[in-house]
């Protein structure tokens, strides 16, 4: 038996883009920026943003597009998914010529961190900070 799981907490760098599968399958894709500082040994203070593309599925894909915008803070918990060809990250060249690379998350679970929303209502999670399934079945769309 093998197990992976990944959690993340940033903000969102754009709005969430939704689409929908020809199943009817709700899809959104967030791209979250995670940042670390540290001082180096030079007595330098080093900032590091590392971007993760993340995908959620399903009546939370609809949540996620409803709720959160740009700039918002979230905590997401899923599973990495290796590029197909690289069997890693997904490689990129920017528009400058640099390399880049991506870090795909299929979400399982993720938390609103802000305590507002685009429509400005107050944020609605579980007690343990998720939507729970039986309130996901809840939600009149």
Known sequence: MSYQKIIIAGNLGRDPEMRYLQDGTAVTSLNVAT???WTNADGE???E???FRVSVWGKRAEVANLYLSKGDKVLVEGRLQADSATGGPRLWQRQDG???ASF???ATD?????GSSRNGS????GANG???EEELDDIPF
């Not at 993720?110 to 802000?114: E, G, I, S, V, Y």
């Not at 107050?122 to 999670?125: D, H, K, L, T």
């Open 35 to 37: 940042n670390r500082s």
């Open 122 to 125: 107050a944020e609605s999670v």
């Open 49 to 51: 943003t590392t971007w």
């Open 45 to 47: 203070r080093i900032q």
């Open 98 to 100: 640099t390399m880049s």
């Open 104 to 106: 795909e998350v299929r």
């Open 110 to 114: 993720f938390a609103f961190l802000n």
């Open 130 to 132: 998720y939507h729970t």
